[in-house]
Nanobody, 121 residues
């Protein structure tokens, strides 16, 4: 059984930054692709970023390009999402997921419970 835990969410002013972290119990991330998604109230879940098992390949949604960076922290068995230049429309619950490919949410095996990010104008 794999459990994913997201952390680092909170409230921030527009233009600010947050770094989200996804950690796993029951397995390491070293042999799994990892993706980040978000879901705002009343909206569908949205893909943000994906990183390959080695970290050599990444994919970003247009909404994340140039502002968000996905990376691996092997020492901490974590995958991080650095979010910069945050906007009020980035307000959502952010989720990490393991084992899937890119934006294809149904391809992921495990999901975390999510962490709330609120960006104030």
């Amino acid at each position: 059984q794999v459990q994913l835990v997201e952390s680092g969410g909170g409230s921030v002013q527009a233009g600010g930054s947050l770094r989200l972290s996804c950690t796993a119990s029951g397995r390491t991330f070293s042999n799994a692709n990892v993706g980040w998604f978000r879901q705002a109230p009343g909206k569908e879940r949205e893909f943000l970023a994906w990183i390959s098992t080695t970290g050599s390949s990444t994919i970003y949604a247009d909404s994340a390009k140039g502002r968000f960076i996905i990376s691996r922290d092997t020492a901490k068995n974590a995958v991080n999402l650095q979010m910069n230049s945050l906007k009020p429309e980035d307000t959502a619950v952010y989720y990490c997921a393991v084992g899937g490919w890119g934006s294809h949410s149904t391809s992921y095996d495990y999901w975390g419970q999510g962490t709330q990010v609120t960006v104030d104008s």
